[in-house]
């Protein structure tokens, strides 16, 4: 099988904490063509970026907001398939190759993985179980879910729509109104239970479940954004 070319687009605000485990992790992923890894960081403090110490990253400054800073990513990206990764979610060691072997089947445009939460709580095992049981009945995954998309498609359908909140939800409902394909892959990534711990388990599954339903209803995005305190927005 022909190797494949990835470009994995991180977008990032405050985290020099991280940034550097993350970029060794994704140095360890096991693909014999390599990738590039792409930063873009959405404080004018470029206090992430900074703190890099990798030189082979590569590093911008985009307009603060995911889907700003990872449409900026994507038009500095050379590899042919991109991957969306959240700065706190790890992907599995053989991503790469699954991606690639996912992707040479031409009916996908694109994809994303089964959802893992770090934590050995009964709680976040349930919800990692209801979050694979959505994704496969919905086909909608979410961003912390590590989407990939064939680059040239990506272009094609006009990137991430530049909206404050469910940026990854309007793509794949985008992409299955053309009656394209997603693939979910049954192999996992594992992000960071860091946002439940901070704002409460219930209520941030219960604000995320009514922020979707109301985007589903209508709401526009620049509405719900007001709901949504999360600091990275």
């Known amino acids: 099988m022909e190797k494949i070319k990835f470009s994995i687009i991180v977008p990032v605000l405050h985290e020099s904490d991280t940034i550097n485990s993350l970029i060794e992790h994704l140095d360890r992923l096991e693909y014999d063509a390599g990738h590039e ?19 082979s990253v590569i590093k911008i400054v985009a307009p603060k907001g995911r889907a700003r800073q990872m449409n900026a990513g994507a038009s500095m990206a050379k590899g042919e398939i991109l991957i969306f990764l959240h700065a706190d979610t790890k992907l599995p060691r053989d991503a790469l190759t699954k991606i690639a072997s996912a992707m040479a089947q031409n009916h996908y445009v694109g994809g994303a993985f089964e959802l893992d939460i770090k934590s050995e709580r009964f709680r976040f095992k349930l919800l990692s179980r209801w979050a ?22 990506f272009n094609t359908i006009g990137g991430y729509r530049d909206i404050p909140l469910m940026e990854d939800v309007e793509l794949m409902r985008r992409i299955k109104r053309r009656g394209d394909k997603i693939c979910i892959l049954r192999d996992r990534v594992m992000t960071s239970p860091r946002r439940w711990e901070q704002e409460g388990f219930v209520y941030v599954n219960l604000r995320n479940a009514a922020l ?22």
């Open 132 to 153: 694979s049981i959505r994704c496969h009945l919905t086909r909608i995954p979410y961003g912390d879910q590590a989407i990939f998309i064939k680059r040239d498609y």
């Open 37 to 55: 890894i792409i930063v873009a960081d959405g404080s004018p403090d470029r206090d992430t970026i900074q703190a890099i110490g990798r030189k």
């Open 212 to 233: 979707f339903i109301m985007y589903l209803l209508g709401v526009s995005p620049e509405k719900l954004a007001s709901f949504y305190k999360d600091t990275y927005r």
